[in-house]
């Protein structure tokens, strides 16, 4: 069932509550492809009920990003959804999410920011204030919804480490669920954003898993100085390629390893035909 409109998401949820129901909750943008398929699929599994939300945020993107160009596919994403189980396909408006002519700035809508630790690196570097739009974001959703369980991909795992550090600090009566990073046979994460690419920027855009599983290799035979594993990346890098950052975090804080051990998450940025890619690898192999 497609809902737009916060009102009628609580209606449902105040019914489902009554009878006991479990609510899991799938934030989203949009542009649904197997790796959301597989956030629904597991809430589906987990969960009495489930909500999948699509909303292009607009509070978490830069001046400068791709807020307006962001893949919109709502019809086809209703589809999928509804194919896996899912019970509400909540996809509002900017103001109904944040009020009807609200100025989007922290300067008059309430944010919700997380520690500057945690922000102040990788993507959170590049994007300033992305991560106090998606805080915000997730926040409003788990409160609309009410929701016993949210998952969410680690793909984006600083995202998903900021969000259970929001979770916990502010006592949300949530867990969160992270689900493994969903590949192509080729090994090319699946994004959103992968459809900006052309059938030569897919096949540059393999660097990143290419990076990742070549250090995965040299850690898993010894190799735990983080200045060599890093070395090892620039044997793959061509001229098409504009890598932001190659990082090795402790993969419950996001502090910076000094030497790789199993609790090391691995994570990368790179640019390719302009399109900004993230992927990322844990050494122990273990979802976190």
Same mark, same amino acid.
């Given at each position: /069932? ?26 989203? /943008? ?9 956030l ?84 959170g ?32 795992a ?66 735990n ?19 932001e ?39 122990n192999?273990?979802?976190?």
């Amino acid at each position: /069932m497609l809902v737009h409109k916060i009102e009628e998401v609580g209606a449902n949820v105040k019914e489902w509550k009554k009878q006991g129901f479990t609510i899991g909750i799938v934030p989203t /943008m949009g542009a649904l492809h197997a790796g959301h398929a597989s956030l629904i699929k597991k809430a589906v599994e987990k969960c009495d009920k489930v909500i999948v939300s699509v909303f292009v945020n607009p509070i978490q993107f830069g001046p400068s990003e791709d807020f307006d160009k962001y893949p919109r596919t709502l019809e086809a994403d209703v589809e999928l959804a509804e194919s896996i189980g899912a019970d509400i396909i909540f996809a509002p408006s900017a103001d109904e999410m944040y009020g009807e002519g609200q100025r989007l700035s922290n300067d008059t809508l309430t944010y919700v920011v997380p520690p500057f630790f945690f922000v102040n690196k990788l993507c959170g570097k590049s994007r300033v204030g992305h991560f106090d739009g998606v805080c915000t974001v997730v926040m409003k959703l788990f409160n609309i919804t009410q929701a016993d369980y949210g998952f969410f991909g680690q793909k984006d795992a600083q995202q998903l480490i900021i969000i259970r550090k929001m979770v916990k600090d502010l006592n949300v009566p949530i867990e969160l669920i992270g689900c493994p990073i969903v590949r192509e046979e080729n090994g090319l994460a699946l994004s959103s954003r992968n459809k900006y690419l052309d059938e030569k920027g897919r096949e540059d855009a393999l660097v990143l898993s290419k990076i990742l599983n070549n250090i995965k290799s040299c850690y898993d035979k010894g190799i735990n100085n983080i200045d060599a594993l890093k070395e090892t990346a620039f044997s793959f890098l061509k001229d098409v390629h504009e890598l932001e950052y190659l990082e090795f975090v402790d993969k419950d804080n996001l502090e910076e390893k000094e030497v790789a051990d199993d609790n090391t998450l691995v994570l990368i940025a790179c640019r390719v035909q302009g399109v900004r890619l993230i992927d990322n690898i844990l050494l122990n192999n273990i979802n976190f």
